[in-house]
């Protein structure tokens, strides 16, 4: 089955910048979008379409893409921010929906 | 306002059958495909299943193929999951969540959830 793989865990200092991979061998040919889960809630769609971001979010967030790699940036990390992040993308067939295993963001 | 509730979790002893629902309101149900996703305690997110806008289509992971059944009713404005032949592994919060209804499958919204244990 396919597969998205993230980093289990990735710890920054407060005003740093955190960067947080997803790799997959079809995300040269397929959108990634990403979410925000803190404890408790429901997740959040942050950037969708590798590098775009919904309204509301706020601009340090970003997202841009290498091959089959992406990456989800946060630029000047604040308290705030400490939550699990989850990247999405659809397999090779467009049959179904796959989240990568998740990625906790620790604000040290 | 979009709006998406989930209900009828629960305690199940495995083998056992329950139906979840997932009310919608602030946007035009029979305009969107529909997502169930869930997640084991302590763990990631998982896609479950998906219908499109008018329910002719589903689609299923294999995890739960021949066991749940999406569906959905544009009268009553809401989302179903039937899980039938329940594991213990299918204990997890259940969300329903709404697509975007632009370009590739994604969720914009998502209902708080609903937890289902799956136990002696």
């Known amino acids: 089955s396919y597969e998205l793989t993230q980093p289990p865990s990735v710890s920054v200092s407060p005003g740093q910048t955190a960067r947080i991979t997803c790799s997959g061998d079809?995300?040269?040919?397929?959108?990634v979008y990403w979410y925000q889960q803190r404890p408790g809630q429901a997740p959040l769609l942050v950037i969708f379409?590798?590098?775009e971001r919904p309204s509301g979010i706020p601009e340090r967030f970003s997202g841009s893409t290498s091959g089959t790699t992406v990456t989800l940036t946060i630029t000047g990390v604040q308290a705030e921010d400490e939550a699990d992040y989850y990247c999405?993308?659809?397999?090779?067939?467009?049959?179904?929906?796959?989240f990568g295993g998740g990625t906790k963001l620790t604000v040290l | 306002e979009v709006q998406l509730v989930e209900s009828g979790g629960g305690l199940v002893q495995p083998g056992g059958s329950l139906r979840l629902s997932c009310a919608v309101s602030?946007?035009?149900?029979?305009?969107?495909?529909m997502h169930w996703v869930r997640q084991p305690p302590g763990k990631g997110l998982v896609w479950v299943s998906r219908?499109?806008?008018?329910?002719?289509?589903?689609t299923y992971a294999d995890s739960v193929k021949g066991r749940f059944i999406i569906s959905r009713d544009s009268a009553k404005n809401t989302l179903y999951l039937q899980m039938n032949s329940l594991r213990g592994e299918d204990t997890a919060v259940y969300y329903c969540?709404?697509?975007?209804?632009?370009?590739?499958?994604?969720?914009?919204?998502w209902g708080q959830g609903t937890m289902v244990t799956v136990s002696p």
């Open positions: 999405q993308s659809g397999d090779s067939s467009g049959n179904y929906e796959v």
């Open positions: 219908i499109n806008s008018d329910g002719s289509s589903t």
């Open positions: 969540a709404r697509d975007a209804g632009v370009g590739a499958p994604h969720f914009p919204h």
């Open positions: 079809a995300l040269s040919k397929h959108y």
């Open positions: 602030g946007f035009t149900f029979n305009r969107y495909w």
């Open positions: 379409q590798d590098t």
